[in-house]
């Protein structure tokens, strides 16, 4: 997911106190898009944005194998040291998801996090590779309060499966 296909319809659903969530032309420099997600001074420690490309808040199946369990993202974050939460599911059931995190080590730089859902995040559920898996959420500084920090904003590009 790049959010340059002019013919993909790139869709943000935002939760939890991240309902800011657009598609913008990367203000780091660039011509490309981003998406911009504003985590509110009000926002649950689990807000959230979903991104999608079909109907039902989908994307494409991904294709996790025994030995193909990781995901990338790009991100840009005002601050180093936060987790960033990735969880997939599936979009007809979404009791059949497994979430992981990375975390970031630099600030207000893009950095390329990787994603390996081999290990779950603690009291999730483990990878299930029987499930189809075509839903795609991310949370930035998982587990604290826009009440903690403040209102940040965070940004996200090129969601790609393997490594």
Known sequence: ITFDASAITY??????????STVIVDPIGGTNKVARVVKSGTAELWAGT???TGPNFSVP?????ASSTQM????????AGI???LKVEDA??????????ATTTVA?????LTFDFANQATGTAALNLNYTYNK?????NFGVTGVTVGAKTYYFDDVTFGP
Not at 11 to 20: C, E
Not at 108 to 112: F, G, I, S
Not at 136 to 140: E, G, K, P, R, W
């Open 83 to 85: 987790k960033v939460r």
């Open 61 to 65: 199946t991904l294709p996790f194998t």
């Open 92 to 101: 007809a059931d979404p009791t059949r998801s497994v979430e992981t995190e």
């Open 136 to 140: 795609v959420s991310i949370f930035f």
């Open 72 to 79: 990338t993202v790009r991100v840009y974050s005002p601050d």
């Open 50 to 52: 979903t991104v999608s």
């Open 11 to 20: 869709t943000l659903t935002g939760f939890g106190g991240a309902d800011d």
């Open 108 to 112: 207000n730089a893009w950095e390329t």
